[in-house]
């Protein structure tokens, strides 16, 4: 009973310890966490930084230039580009320009001939023979309502000679050349360009209006790009954008924005305006487009090769906490800026690796530690 009664001491004493223990392992453990907590980076010397290529960069808040991409065709210059076409029904009798020749204004393009041509053309000579016999006769020979009847009708037929395509010089030549073949007429390049089709044969009888050929001056282009109706961009005229095709770059201005979806494509169309000084792009080239926007304020980016994935597959980048010693910090993505990438969660002034990151994270992995800081 004695010795029954005497239990509880040791056990009170054991309860002291247990106690104690606890209270003096806290602070020991919480000591250990930390040197593990330091050890899940990695050091290096200057010397091994310089082998590896590492880069360390303090970051700074900076505008940033953002790009957003979408998919673009060349397109021939609408308010530069001219349409070939007859303004009556005419027979082709021969062309002059072939499909991607340099034209230059005036120059002959197709021979026509047309029934309401010759008959224009035949009204013409009566008409011009008039007016100029009634110019000859002295004053009071002819009455003022006749002599203006006479000089109407020569305007009247010299317009519709000039309203079917005519040149002043060949209405002109069928009063010199009475020789001439009625019903032939040419089409002239009422502007220089490139001849970026010709759909006809000879021979063919074509209706009026119907296009013949297309003259545009491939100096500057249009760029069609097709945006998602999902991404609310604000592409107001002026707004810069890259094109990229076979691996050269052109600067371009956004001219004009449909407000509109394409009902086959789903998309909302972007016309931009490209300078083609060196005759590399030509109308129906797919190019890409990069539309390039600065961000609204000053933010914190990286380039997309300091990211990291950690363990749990959050993104990390490596911080200097000290000199050649880095620690996985987990960030969160922002915005993509181009070869950037906006990240937060890192204070304005930390040094971060931006050169060199998965050489880094290899030789945490090598430690055995989880290169992810909690």
């Given at each position: 009973m004695i010795n029954t009664n005497k239990k509880p001491k040791p056990l009170k004493l054991l309860n002291v310890l247990f106690y104690g223990l606890t209270t003096l392992t806290i602070p020991a453990l919480a000591v250990e966490i930390t040197e593990d907590t330091h050890k899940a980076g990695v050091s290096?010397?200057?010397a091994q930084l310089t082998l590896a290529n590492i880069k360390v960069s303090m970051l700074t808040p900076k505008i940033f230039a953002r790009r957003v991409y979408a998919p673009g065709e060349i397109k021939a210059n609408g308010y530069i580009s001219y349409i070939v076409s007859p303004r009556t029904e005419s027979v082709v009798i021969s062309r002059h320009a072939t499909l991607?020749?340099?034209?230059?204004?005036?120059?002959p393009l197709v021979t026509l001939f047309s029934e309401s041509v010759a008959a224009a053309q035949a009204n013409y000579r009566v008409t011009y023979t008039e007016w100029q016999r009634a110019?000859?006769?002295?004053?009071?020979?002819?009455s003022e309502s006749l002599l203006l009847k006479s000089e109407t009708d020569y305007i009247a037929a010299f317009s519709r000679l000039t309203a079917f395509g005519l040149t002043k010089n060949a209405i002109e030549d069928i009063v010199k050349n009475n020789s001439s073949t009625l019903g032939e007429y040419t089409l002239v390049a009422q502007r220089g360009g490139a001849v970026?089709?010709?759909?006809f044969s000879q021979?063919?009888?074509?209706?009026?209006?119907?296009?013949i050929m297309?003259?545009?001056?491939?100096?500057?282009?249009?760029?069609?790009?097709?945006?998602s109706p999902n991404k609310k961009l604000n592409l107001p005229a002026g707004t810069r954008a890259e094109i990229e095709f076979a691996g050269q770059t052109y600067h371009a201005l956004v001219i004009q924005e449909a407000h509109t979806i394409d009902p086959t494509t789903r998309t909302r169309i972007v016309r931009l305006s490209?300078?083609?000084?060196?005759?590399?792009l030509h109308s129906g080239m797919f190019v890409d487009v990069n539309f390039q926007f600065d961000t609204q304020t000053a933010v914190i980016a990286v380039p997309e090769t300091a990211l990291m994935r950690g363990a749990d597959g959050d993104w990390t980048v490596f911080v200097e906490d000290h000199p050649g010693e880095f620690v996985a910090v987990e960030v969160e993505l922002g915005q993509p800026l181009g070869n950037y990438r906006q990240i937060i969660g890192i204070a304005a002034n930390t040094r971060v690796v931006t050169q060199g990151a998965f050489f880094v994270a290899s030789e945490i992995a090598k430690s055995g530690f989880d290169p992810h800081s909690h």
């Open positions: 290096f010397t200057t991607g020749e340099h034209v230059e204004k005036d120059q110019k000859k006769l002295t004053k009071g020979t002819l970026l089709s010709d759909d021979g063919q009888r074509v209706t009026p209006g119907e296009k297309i003259l545009a001056n491939e100096e500057s282009l249009w760029v069609e790009a097709r945006v490209v300078e083609n000084k060196d005759d590399s």
